[in-house]
């Protein structure tokens, strides 16, 4: 059982599960807490450790250390760190070094003061090996769709079949997990009001329960893990850039500010796939194919993430530019399936005189990524940036403006994209545009089909409204539809 008491650490190794490699300020377990978490412990059958992070960087970790001793028998007494920080003859005096996991990650100094001060471990990692870490934030339900081939993914997890339960502190509250990584996700996105708290109260014999007790967690965080995928990685000392997938993106932030974070949206980009994902000392030398590299991420041809944006900017910067050309002065545009905001916030910020409606349903929230949440929208909101929660029907019924052009982007299904055209164009100007994003985007085949329909019957159609719409041109995947020549719409009102 890991008792994380901080994910504060001297390294930042490339694919900490703890996210001791990502920047924020990080929460120190108090003595109280880390008392009524062994407390809760009594009667555990296996090794009860502190860990981190590095646990040695715990401000009272001397304090940790004799509770510890008061309420752990030494047989059980474990110790997850890297290095001892001045703290080696305790580290002697309180933990068993038959239990304890002392990976130093090459660091010569750590390896000096671990043998000096506690000769009995001779188990020591990494002092001439690195680590290789699967990337634990790529998301599998960001790159597979199928929910059942997922499932049987999580049937043969590595953590799961082979590492710890943990307790740790979400938002001031102890909390326990069945598995590790789903802590580290909760406590990624602890600060986002609309994260759910899918951890177990801490109470006497909570460990002892079925796995019934722990389905949310299952449900959620496996989904949003990536150790069942077993991605090659990258050396947790010698590595060279992160891996990260939209569901944590927006969180995903190394304190380390010159490294660099590919975004995966493939499952190829994580190279060929380890054995096992925990063995991570043996994964160090590898010998299967390492990853391919990923084609560079030309941000003008993909969705992508910027500094000061919450979640991912799904259009890409060319589309952005040509929206950004075609609206008018002064003009309103209608983005009908908001998200979190991000294209909407990057056209506010390039054109503050232009006066942006955002629509979104925010389906299925919360069980979806964070990423898709109001508070990450609220997060990106600006000055000209307006939200409502419903779809553009029930908007249409009270709307008392009309746009110079309306993005769809929203329910991607061929039914769904047909349900916004019928009600889009009567909230144009007579030289409105409407704009279909992802029009040419192979995998959203029903963007196309709907639009396809949309036009072939308009072009047969004498209604000044949805009458004479042809696709005039596309910029990578968003397509620009405009009213034929000699349909007029200069009797349009609103009723």
Partial sequence: MQVMVTRACDKACFGCTQGSNLGGKPVFMSPDQFEEALLSLKGYFGVIAPFGGNPAMHPQFPELCRLMRKHVPYAQRGLWCNHPLGHGALMRETFNSAVSNINVHLDQEAQAEFERDWPENTRLLGTDTDSRHSPPFVAMRDVIADESERWDLISNCDVNQRWSALIGVFRG???????????????????????????????????????????????????????????????????????????????????????????????????????????????????????????????????????????????TRRELARIIELLPPNARLLEIGTDSGGTASRIADARPDVQITCLDIFAGWPHRSIAHSPSNWRTNQRPNMHLWVGDVASYAAQCGVLFDVVLIDGDHTEAGVARDLVTAPELLTPTGLLLAHDYADPGWPGVRAAVDRFCEQASQSHDHILGGWRVEECCWSLAVLRRCPGHSTTDVTLT
């Fill in 173 to 315: 509250e102890l909390r326990g997990y069945f598995c590790e990584l789903a802590y580290a996700q909760s406590a990624l996105h602890q600060h986002e009001p609309d994260y759910p708290d899918t951890g177990l109260p801490i109470t006497p014999g909570w460990w002892d329960q079925g796995m019934d007790a722990f389905s949310s967690q299952a449900r959620k965080h496996c989904h949003d893990c990536g150790i069942p995928l077993r991605g090659h990685g990258e050396l947790a000392i010698g590595g060279q850039s992160e891996q990260v997938s939209e569901t944590h993106a927006s969180a995903f932030h190394p304190k380390r500010r010159d490294r660099a974070v590919e975004l995966v949206q493939l499952r190829t980009q994580l190279g060929s796939p380890l054995d096992v994902a925990t063995n991570y000392i043996e994964n160090a030398t590898h010998v299967a194919e390492a990853p391919a590299a990923a084609p560079p991420v030309d941000l003008d041809c993909n969705p992508h993430t910027e500094p000061g944006v919450a979640g991912l900017i799904r259009t």
